[in-house]
């Protein structure tokens, strides 16, 4: 048995080790390398950029709002930084690094799903990925110390962070990184695709919890940032009595049926990049990002 | 609980510790294995422990009961009684719909129609393997092979042994049963052999099986929009999908079981290696392939007289395994599809020429043998095709995708999951490589650069495991 725990031992040393060094490849690879292939490694490479506006939130703001179109019809400067698989928690960590990074704007539009509001939503991370590689930094470690439920292993177990989130921050990704492949500049992806079936719907039905809106909104208030909430369009919304409710009640614009036809559609939670073009033009009007900067002409045109 | 899981990580330790260390009496330590294997199927659904309790009482009262009568009648009924008992567990819980549903559609055929009465039935996991596991130690005991038990918590131990308990290999009484009657001494070569059997096995699984698992679900789910190679891909994604996950669990069971200091049989032989089906078949899933042989194949009269009856026997047998894997046609296909191969084996009396290894003390198989194992892989991957379709329809479909769709030599990009499976098509020939160089042991990591080859699957492992998008162990849902 002796013989047996000494060959054990050896092994597990040998996978720390493999573990270890693994790690600090990936993270030095990652933090080090200057080709830009996330939005986070953009804020990390940019710092003291300024732009007119800026866009947060997750897919249904990286597919939805065609940030080309805005600088094309307003002439103005604008970056969309919705990532994919983010929820409310993360676009928070977003926002919290571009103030730490110095990148402003005059104007963050925030988008807020349904799902964000979900009750007990506030610990939750789903898109965390594209920041594990910065755990060094105090914003992001702060943060995900309060709110990723998995902490301890995302930052203190070596390699964890890279073998849990492989398909974002994998060897994939790694590869891509040190291929010098990079993404689009403005970070917008319009989707191709057509909605198959105009038989699905978007069903909200839930309790929600605004505790972590309230929180974003302290910081803005606090940073002195302005802010614009906003819910992106669903398709064929049901049970959306509550939702909207809460929406009326936290100042957020509610777009989630401003769009009906399917054909601007991908699926019931995504625009494709008709539906895209359609609804940033609607953003522009509303706000009236063509000139000054306001939320009062949209307040008007609703009432 | 998967192996594959966090859970595991903690529970095999702790049960280990507690088997060596804490319980060194025999049986202390069947007891233990006893409540670990609860714990170990409960953390799936604590309700279905109750089959398992119910079909191990019976079974082992009915060993009691035959040990006590001679009477050849009274023998018979008591077998009866557990075939119909274990059978109908598992005709209830696994067929009953798959029934009821292709009933109303024939009288619906007929132009009668009647009211459907499927019931919303959970399938345990793994009943197909405890039940014939079970089925097995009243059969021999039946027929005299096996001393029946006395012992309820070595038995109870050896139907919900949790290693083999949820995916196999069908463990058969007469192996197994004995070695919980037997006192265990640590053997240091049988734990580094399982040790490093579970690191081949979860290298199969976490490396091989979820990666092509990704590419498979997607190119399945929408193969009309796949080029024809694309599809090809897809079917030979599949084909070393199952493998990697079905083996790399065997691998692991068989593996965890040596830490334990049992012996289970080998349940795959590199199958992908074989020169013609009937060789595929006995390296193929052996624990069940040689179940159906003893009682099932045999009793039927096996390769035994006229050639009709010959053929009628690999008919039945083939399509009783393509059922045992599931309530769906597309499973009887598979298996009618395997008889079909291997009818010409056996009508020209070549179905056994095969049973030494491949190319053996050689690198490299010659022109023949390389034909040979290419076109047995093609003849088994095509009938996976239908194992791993909704329905024999969209098989159906899908092979004929492969003929007719566009772009027939262009490997697509594979939209719903934004990339190209290119690391699938490296990673396959890598663990070919691990498995031809090395056929005549159970892993690489024996005979030459098995330290290395032991770096560089840890290494593999890491980099290329999937840990989150990893999918159960396909054969638990049988």
Redesign the interface.
């Known amino acids: ?1 002796k ?2 725990i000494i ?2 031992v050896k ?1 597990i040393l ?2 720390g080790i ?2 270890i060094v ?1 790690d600090f490849s990936y993270t030095y690879i990652y933090v080090n390398k200057d080709t830009i292939r996330t939005k986070i490694e953009y804020i990390f490479q940019n710092k003291g950029k300024k732009y007119d506006y800026i866009f947060l939130g997750s897919s249904r703001v990286e597919f939805h709002i065609n940030t080309f179109m805005i600088d094309k019809e307003t002439g103005k400067k604008s970056i969309n930084f919705g990532i994919s698989g983010q929820n409310l928690p993360e676009t928070f960590l977003t926002l919290k690094l571009l103030k730490q990074q110095n990148i402003s704007a005059k104007k963050y539009f925030i988008n807020i799903d349904e799902a964000d509001l979900v009750e007990k939503s506030k610990k939750r991370f789903s898109g965390v990925s594209y920041f594990l590689p910065f755990i060094k930094n105090k914003v992001i470690n702060n943060h995900l110390k309060e709110y990723d439920l998995d902490y301890f292993k995302d930052t203190k177990i070596p ?1 964890y962070r890279y ?5 974002k921050i ?3 990704e790694l590869l891509l990184k040190l291929g010098n492949k990079k993404r689009v500049k403005k970070f917008y992806i319009g989707l191709e ?1 057509v909605l198959k079936t105009d038989t699905i719907s978007s069903d909200f039905k839930k309790k929600y919890d605004t505790e972590l809106l309230n929180e974003i909104s302290l910081f803005a208030k606090e940073k002195k940032i302005e802010l614009i909430f906003y819910t992106s369009p669903y398709y064929n919304v049901k049970n959306e009595t509550t939702f909207k409710e809460v929406l009326k009640k936290e100042n957020i614009f509610p777009y989630i049926d401003s769009v009906t036809n399917p054909k601007l559609f991908k699926d019931a939670g995504h625009l494709n990049k008709y539906g895209a073009d359609k609804f940033t033009k609607m953003l522009i009007r509303d706000f009236n990002l063509k000139t000054k900067i306001t939320t009062t002409n949209y307040k008007n045109k609703k009432e | 609980m998967l192996f594959n899981s966090f859970e595991f990580l903690f529970f095999l330790p702790i049960v280990f510790f507690l088997y ?1 260390f804490v319980f060194k009496k025999i049986q202390l330590q069947n007891s233990l294995i006893l409540i670990a294997s609860y714990i170990f199927y409960g953390w799936w659904d604590w309700k279905f422990l109750g089959l398992i309790f119910l079909s191990t009482i019976l079974d082992y009262t009915i060993g009691l009961l035959l040990r006590k009568t001679d009477n050849k009648k009274k023998r018979r009924y008591l077998l009866w009684c557990s075939l119909l008992f274990n059978l109908g567990i598992l005709g209830f819980f696994k067929y009953y719909n798959f029934f009821v549903d292709n009933w109303i559609l024939a009288w619906s055929n007929l132009g009668i129609q009647m009211n459907k009465s499927s019931l919303n039935i959970i399938l345990p996991v793994g009943i197909s393997f405890y039940t014939f596991q079970t089925l097995s130690y009243a059969i021999d005991v039946f027929r005299n092979k096996l001393e029946p038990t006395k012992n309820f918590i070595a038995f109870a131990s050896f139907v919900s042994f949790f290693p083999q308990l949820v995916a196999g290999p069908i463990e058969r009484a007469t192996n197994l049963l004995p070695q919980f009657y037997q006192k265990r001494k ?1 053997d ?1 070569d049988l ?2 052999s399982g ?1 490093k059997l579970i690191l081949w096995g979860l290298f199969k699984k976490i490396v091989i099986a979820d990666n092509c698992a990704i590419y498979v679900n997607e190119i399945f789910d929408t193969y009309q929009d796949q080029s024809s190679l694309t599809l090809i891909l897809g079917a030979i994604y599949f084909a070393f999908q199952i493998y990697g996950d079905f083996s790399g669990y065997s691998d692991i069971a068989i593996g965890t079981s040596r830490l334990f200091g049992f012996n289970l049989m080998r349940n795959f032989n590199y199958p992908y290696f074989s020169r013609d089906i009937a060789e595929f078949w006995r390296r193929w899933h052996i624990s069940l392939s040689t179940w159906f042989r003893d009682y099932l194949y045999i009793p039927l009269g096996g390769s035994k007289g006229p050639k009709w009856k010959q053929l009628r026997n690999v008919f039945i047998i083939f399509l009783v395994s393509g059922f045992w894997h599931g309530a769906n046609w597309t499973f009887i296909v598979w298996g009618g599809l395997n008889a079909l191969f291997f009818l010409p084996l056996l009508l020209t009396n070549k179905n056994r020429i095969h049973t030494d290894s491949v190319a053996k003390n050689n690198y490299i198989p010659n022109i023949k043998e390389i034909f040979q194992i290419f076109s047995t892989f093609i003849f088994t991957t095509f009938a996976w095709i239908f194992f791993r379709a909704e329905t024999v329809n969209h098989a159906w479909k899908y092979i004929l995708g492969i003929f007719n769709n566009q772009n027939t030599f262009k490997i697509d990009y594979i ?1 719903g999951l934004e ?1 190209f499976s290119f ?1 699938v098509l490296f990673l396959i020939p890598i663990f070919c490589c691990f498995e031809w160089f090395y056929r005549v042991n159970e892993t690489p990591f024996e005979g030459r650069f098995k330290n290395l080859n032991e ?1 560089i699957i ?2 593999m492992l ?8 990893h999918s159960s162990f396909i054969y638990f849902q049988f």
Request: zero cysteines.
């Open positions: 048995m013989k047996f060959y054990l092994r040998i996978f493999i573990l693994l390699f073998m849990n989130y492989g398909y994998g060897y994939r695709n | 060596w640590f240091y734990a580094v040790i939209s990339r690391e770096l840890i290494l890491l980099v290329f495991g999937q840990f989150t998008n």
